[in-house]
């Protein structure tokens, strides 16, 4: 029984010191009230992680109706300590990985008790009163489980409840320096995956196969499985899809399509590779279309609107023949960092060509990846600094050529 017991001992590992989950929370406080808010409920697993490191790999977003998604941290504004609301199943995870000393659980795991004891213990607080801020924008809680807290904290007497969505996320924004280092370290892992694919690239062989070595190669360099699934396709246009048993033929094209991942911060690289001999055409379009990553580096700094951006980086397409109205390939980027299935694509998105997003403020240390998809796959990220962006993968950006 001793040796059991040994078992179970809690060893605290944490991604990052206490005093940054400290920094992160009353960064949010102050977000808060700048915003009119004296309550946060935070229910995305992206903002609880970030600002405790509790962190589950089920979120009970697709869950039986008996087992619905309430776990959630909550601020208060004015008060220097947050409340973690889990199920007692979580203790173990709560007490090894995470920050939080004060964390509330439920023995029952159904709708009507565990709404029952969030809202009685924030009660007894004295916390239930003024504004809340829910994220109604995250897939956790579902709408069923939303509406059902939402009328909870009313009932008990709160002033409103708001949307809080763009809050949380704007506030994650800015990296830090140390959620910069697994960033480039994840940029790393992906390059290392992308060359393992390529050394078995040969006719025959299927996407599920290089999708393999491609997870192969970034967990050898220390990568983790990702937000969404690595793509590897021979198949145009299909960039939404899932890796197949399709298999590769001479002169078809491969596209892979993976984040490298560390502590689930994301840095997302893709590329393409040409089976044969490389028609001209086709390298002389992938060598302009990589010539754009020159210009980011130049025009993506902080203080620069986007729009400002899109414009600096249609007039290179233009320059080099490859802008067409009509363009069916996305080009553009959006906002990579800390991300839980199923998805990695951040707040802030923006559109070559469109007036999207076109007067956000571009930040120091923001990170976002960038695709300058034409007419072929090729993604980089990059993060934003005071005189210029920086991007991260090793790798030329151009379509690699593959003999076979």
Known sequence: MAELAGLSEVRRELPFPVEEYERRQALTRERMVEAGLDLLVVSSPEGIAWLCGHALRWNKGQSPTAWPALQCLVLRAGQERSILFETAEHEHMIRAYSMVEDFRLSEAEDLDRVLAHIVGELAGEGWLSGVVGVEKWSYIPNRAVGEAMEAALRERGVVDVVDASVLMRRVRSAKSDLELAYIERAAAAVDAGLLALEGVIRPGVREIDLWVELMRGMVAAGGEPAGLHELVTFERHTGHSFSSDRR?????????????????????????????????????????????????????RAGVTIGRLGERMREYYEGVGLWDPRIDCYVGGYELGLSFPPDWVGEIAFTVGTPENADVVLEENQVFNYESNLPFLMIDTFVVGREGSRTLSGLPHRMREVHV
């Open 248 to 300: 590769l033929r001479a002169g078809d094209i491969v596209e892979a399509d993976p984040s490298g991942v560390v502590q689930h911060y994301h840095a997302n690289i893709a590329m393409s590779w040409y089976v044969g001999e490389m028609p001209d055409e086709v390298r002389r379009l992938t060598e302009a279309a990589g010539g754009a990553y020159e210009v980011l580096r130049a025009e993506a």
